[in-house]
């Protein structure tokens, strides 16, 4: 129901813009988010965005000032805009969806999209 897509290989301070496309059913109401999972580390969020105000979003402090996370509701789609990248944000990127924000931070997700992977090469 939550499908990620957009990711590749970038250089480092390059750009690169991921997807997470929501079907099967409405998303209103509820917290979309990106987290992601670098080799041989846990997994950590990174950016969220209410469905209903898109004004309302969290950054994670690596993705704070570099990402963008924005969404359009009549595609049902959440988007990560990824600027600056660094070798450090090679990963596994996972979009997410849960019923408030706290919830949503803390892995207590209602739905899981696949992963998408980021490499970033130095």
């Known amino acids: 129901q939550l499908q990620a897509s957009g990711g590749g290989l970038v250089q480092t301070g390059g750009s690169l813009r991921l997807s997470c496309a929501a079907s099967g059913r409405t998303f209103s109401g509820y917290v979309m988010g990106w987290f992601r999972q670098a080799p041989g580390q846990e997994r950590e969020f990174v950016a969220a965005i209410s469905w209903s105000d898109s004004t309302v979003t969290h950054y994670s402090d690596s993705a704070e000032g570099r990402f963008t996370i924005s969404r359009d509701n009549a595609k049902n789609t959440v988007y990560l805009e990824m600027n600056s990248v660094k070798p450090d944000d090679t990963a596994v990127y996972y979009c997410?969806?849960?019923?408030?924000?706290?919830?949503?931070?803390?892995?207590?997700?209602?739905?899981w999209g696949q992963g998408t992977l980021v490499t970033v090469s130095s």
């Open positions: 997410a969806a849960a019923t408030t924000v706290y919830r949503l931070r803390a892995g207590s997700t209602d739905y």
